[in-house]
RNA sequence: CGGGAUGUGGCUCAGGUGGUAGAGCGCUACUUUAGGGAAGUAGAGGCCGCAAGUUCAAGUCUUGUCAUUCCGACCA
């Protein structure tokens, strides 16, 4: 499509360097800011306004399920984080720790936060006492910081921000149920508010969170093929109430352990939006996470009548139904300049009114998503909007679903399995015997890990594809952010 | 943590064999412009990433260090 042509020299073409691309569209749509310390970044307003809406909407769906918001502190004193051996073994590496306070060295080092899954764990041991105190429904906001030797902003940054949801129940089953309806949350949210369609399944063993019985996930197809784990979903099983002691009387007059989960989102969705959504004009944002839905620009704007008509148009706009997010671009640059700029920043609608339009009563609205322009008629505006909105927010969905389904192939043998990765960028479903030596092997030789087992099995055919043994699961395949 | 590239005004970069700092864009003011990154005039802005060293003299040479970025291994 002609109108969605490359038109900004800033940004590097996605098919000459997705890497450079990324980082391109992060800096010119102003989403971040780098900062003196490695791996740590200044979120900036259209950044930061992003997360602020994905929090809102994530936040009330968590809500309808009866989770309750908490806060615990950023600091674990050793000897806590140290109490589940699988756990820390999985953290270690990667945490920071705080040593002194003022001048003193502290008695016992603190590391801070990687995750919360100790803290909740010692809050819990003492708030829990009978089956009538479950369950235990919590999640916070919070930042957290694992220091990662290779940073990328938004996509794994030192410190990011995200939520984590913790639970605990009166029995395995209720614990199971509880992870598994929040991967759907979590599918869900990424569907209908992100437009990023996901494959939900379980982790193997080998990737599976340190500590968890089970880890469940959703996993997206980026533009250029890689996948990225959007959020997961943890079963512990009783494991985490044995090494802290999380014990409750049960009905029977018995002493039970507690059956544990916890999930999690982050700012990496932003990198999924960008990743999934972007074009060479910049970032493309879905109409439910635009924090600017449309962006009014007045042409001529110093001739009379026409910045009044613009403010006429958003006020408008902006109290229409529950209120469409609208801003009128009345800065002294050129259209052209405006058109570029609110390209970059992936602002989903452009209205374009000047006075021929005023005197002919109609203004051009400008699509992101597909760059289709159409004049409507001023009486029009907020209904043509309105349905406009809704239709980019379909659209934008059903083309990444396209996308991904078009980079979704199926692989029976080795040598198929090392062509398409090689040749055609995307997930690969395979046949896989459940031995993780297999996983190794195809990790080792093509870099592609297994991404989830999903739910949605298919009997692709009755034996692994790495060693020829019977098959138990189909397993997505893929090179991972 | 391994390999490569790069650090000079806000941004992109130029500064052979060492000799005391440049351009374009942006920014500020005014004027003219305006339907896909407009133009003129006049301004402001830099201990050349940081630290040692060599030298009469270092943006330039040496060593170290920090950061950014890309490619791998590890993770959301």
């Known amino acids: 499509?002609?109108?969605?042509?490359?038109?900004?020299?800033?940004?590097?073409?996605?098919?000459?360097?997705?890497?450079?691309?990324?980082?391109?569209?992060?800096?010119?749509?102003?989403?971040?800011?780098?900062?003196?310390?490695?791996?740590?970044?200044?979120?900036?307003?259209?950044?930061?306004?992003?997360?602020?809406?994905?929090?809102?909407?994530?936040?009330?769906?968590?809500?309808?399920?009866?989770?309750?918001?908490?806060?615990?502190?950023?600091?674990?004193?050793?000897?806590?984080?140290?109490?589940?051996?699988?756990?820390?073994?999985?953290?270690?590496?990667?945490?920071?720790?705080?040593?002194?306070?003022?001048?003193?060295?502290?008695?016992?080092?603190?590391?801070?936060?990687?995750?919360?899954?100790?803290?909740?764990?010692?809050?819990?041991?003492?708030?829990?006492?009978?089956?009538?105190?479950?369950?235990?429904?919590?999640?916070?906001?919070?930042?957290?910081?694992?220091?990662?030797?290779?940073?990328?902003?938004?996509?794994?940054?030192?410190?990011?921000?995200?939520?984590?949801?913790?639970?605990?129940?009166?029995t395995a089953e209720d614990a199971e149920a509880r992870t598994i309806q929040m991967l759907n949350v979590y599918a869900d949210f990424c569907e209908q508010v992100l437009a990023i369609p996901v494959i939900k399944g379980r982790k193997t063993d080998k990737e599976k969170f340190a500590g968890a019985e089970a880890t469940y996930t959703i996993e997206a197809l980026m533009h250029d093929g890689k996948a990225l784990q959007s959020g997961t979903s943890h079963n512990f099983g009783d494991g985490f109430a044995k090494a802290f002691g999380i014990q409750f009387t049960d009905k029977d007059n018995t002493l039970k352990y507690v059956h544990q989960t916890s999930w999690g989102m982050t700012t990496r969705l932003i990198g999924a939006i960008i990743m999934v959504h972007g074009d060479d004009n910049g970032l493309v944002?879905?109409?439910?996470?635009?924090?600017?839905?449309?962006?009014?620009?007045?042409?001529?704007?110093?001739?009379?009548?026409?910045?009044?008509?613009?403010?006429?148009?958003?006020?408008r706009l902006a109290s229409f139904g529950n209120g469409i997010r609208v801003k009128v671009d009345d800065s002294d640059k050129s259209p052209g300049w405006k058109f570029s700029e609110q390209e970059m920043r992936g602002i989903p609608l452009r209205v374009e009114?000047?006075?021929?339009?005023?005197?002919?009563?109609?203004?051009?609205?400008?699509?992101?998503?597909?760059?289709?322009?159409?004049?409507?008629?001023?009486?029009?505006?907020?209904?043509?909007?309105?349905?406009?909105?809704?239709?980019?927010?379909?659209?934008?969905?059903?083309?990444?679903?396209?996308?991904?389904?078009?980079?979704?192939?199926?692989?029976?043998s080795m040598e198929e399995l090392s062509e398409i990765l090689d040749t055609k960028p995307g997930f690969v479903k395979a046949m896989w015997c459940g031995n993780q030596d297999c996983e190794d092997s195809i990790k080792e030789k093509y870099s592609a890990t297994s991404r989830c087992m999903p739910f949605e099995q298919e009997q692709i055919s009755d034996v692994c594809v790495c060693c020829g043994k019977p098959a138990k699961k189909m397993v997505y395949w893929g090179r991972a952010y």
């Open 353 to 412: 009114i000047g006075p021929k339009d005023i005197e002919a009563g109609k203004c051009i609205i400008c699509r992101r998503d597909n760059g289709e322009k159409v004049e409507v008629a001023l009486d029009a505006l907020e209904e043509t909007v309105a349905s406009l909105l809704e239709q980019i927010q379909v659209d934008m969905l059903e083309r990444a679903r396209t996308h991904r389904d078009e980079h979704t192939y199926v692989a029976t």
């Open 1 to 170: 499509m002609a109108e969605n042509k490359k038109k900004v020299e800033a940004i590097t073409s996605m098919d000459v360097d997705f890497a450079q691309w990324y980082t391109d569209v992060v800096k010119k749509a102003e989403l971040i800011d780098y900062t003196s310390v490695k791996g740590c970044m200044v979120i900036k307003p259209a950044g930061y306004a992003i997360w602020e809406l994905i929090q809102k909407q994530l936040d009330d769906r968590f809500k309808e399920t009866g989770v309750e918001n908490v806060y615990l502190p950023m600091f674990i004193p050793e000897s806590l984080l140290q109490k589940e051996k699988d756990h820390v073994e999985g953290f270690a590496p990667e945490v920071a720790w705080v040593t002194h306070g003022g001048l003193n060295p502290l008695q016992e080092r603190l590391c801070v936060r990687p995750t919360s899954e100790t803290l909740f764990c010692d809050f819990y041991k003492n708030d829990i006492q009978s089956y009538r105190d479950l369950p235990k429904v919590y999640n916070q906001w919070c930042s957290v910081v694992r220091w990662e030797k290779e940073t990328r902003p938004f996509l794994r940054s030192r410190e990011f921000l995200w939520q984590e949801g913790h639970t605990a129940h009166a």
């Open 285 to 315: 944002l879905p109409p439910k996470v635009a924090p600017t839905q449309v962006m009014i620009v007045p042409i001529m704007q110093k001739k009379e009548g026409v910045l009044e008509k613009a403010a006429e148009l958003k006020t």
